[in-house]
């Protein structure tokens, strides 16, 4: 009976001496083993079945994979003295296990020296820079379309070429950063700006801005409009006179021609039959001066009457 509890007791001892001595290491983490608080002999990155001494010795697990770091958002000034609501975020990763074990010791204490590398290097390249740079990526022209506005003027003035580019700027918070970190067995694997956005204050000077500068595109198209419009009501002006004109020239050749002709024709009939047609020119002439109303007072030797008096007798 002594000899089974003393079996069992074996056992038991031998289970709880190979537990505490054997780990298992997974594919997304890395051990730093540990004896007395100090770190012993090199990490183990390598997944599967591990051994340690048990007891005295203690396994630390780190994660692989990329973690997680999220800015704290702040105003920043930009070099033309433009505050900005700027929030940004990176992603990590523990390289080195030993050295962050040594120098960090956990990802709590990792993640304030992240604030403390990257939030600097964040405020310094902003403030060295124009906002222009930090909005914009590139060159490219903006879609206006939406705006209904294809002008090359509103592109000037909303636009302004850059030089770096908020990727760029990004790329270069990255590597000022990145040697403070590789110190602590951290790589820096990407860093980007979350969102960027105008303090309240600056916000609605800029938007009070927007608007003065489409007021001021609006009214260079509608004066362009009006002198468009003064310009095609001129040419219509100038083109009636040159039509009315033309018209008056051929209307007045076409009268001098008829009264041509009809000059023409009665000197013909003139020569013809002179004392006739002095006859008919005069009968006209009783007929469009004398009427039931008309009174004339004139001597008997008046030419006028010549072939009444002829005529009638006297």
């Known amino acids: 009976m002594n000899k089974l509890i003393a ?6 001892v031998a289970l709880i001496v190979i537990g505490s001595s054997v780990f298992v290491v997974d594919e997304t983490e890395q051990v730093v083993i540990t004896q007395f608080g100090r770190s012993v002999g090199d990490a183990i990155t390598n997944p599967g079945l591990h051994f340690k001494m048990p007891f005295i010795q203690k396994a630390t697990y780190f ?3 990329l973690l997680e770091w999220d800015g704290d958002p702040g105003q920043i000034p930009t070099l033309d003295k433009t505050y900005i609501w700027v929030d940004t975020f990176a992603r990590w990763k523990i390289v080195d296990p030993l050295k962050f074990f040594e120098t960090v010791g956990g990802e709590i204490v990792a993640q ?16 060295s820079h124009h906002l ?6 590139t060159n490219r ?14 592109r000037k003035v909303v636009v302004k070429r850059i030089k770096t580019g908020r990727a760029e700027i990004a790329k270069d918070i990255m590597e000022q950063a990145q040697p403070k970190l590789a110190q602590f067995g951290i790589e820096l694997v990407d860093m980007r700006f979350k969102r ?3 303090v309240e204050d600056v916000r609605k000077a800029v938007y ?7 007021k001021q595109i609006a009214e260079k198209f509608r004066s362009e409009g009006r002198g468009e419009s003064m310009k095609i009501a001129g040419d219509m002006e100038k083109e009636l006179k040159r039509i009315t004109s033309e018209a008056y020239r051929k209307a007045q050749e076409i009268k001098g021609k008829a009264d041509a002709e009809a000059t023409r024709i009665y000197a013909s009939a ?22 039931k109303d008309t009174w004339l007072i004139l001597s008997t030797n008046s030419d006028f009457f010549k072939y009444l008096k002829e005529y009638s007798g006297r």
């Open 7 to 12: 079996l069992v007791i074996i056992v038991i």
């Open 63 to 65: 994660r692989k994979n």
């Open 112 to 127: 304030k020296k992240l604030d403390d590398i990257i939030d600097p290097a964040t405020r310094n390249f902003i403030t």
């Open 132 to 137: 222009i740079e930090i909005v914009r990526n």
């Open 141 to 154: 022209d903006m879609d206006i379309s939406e705006a209904g506005i294809a002008d090359e003027t509103f």
């Open 196 to 198: 960027i956005n105008y």
């Open 208 to 214: 009070g801005r927007m608007i003065a500068e489409r």
């Open 270 to 291: 003139y020569n013809k039959d002179p004392e006739f047609y002095s006859f008919v020119k005069t009968m006209e002439i009783y007929k469009d001066s004398l009427d």
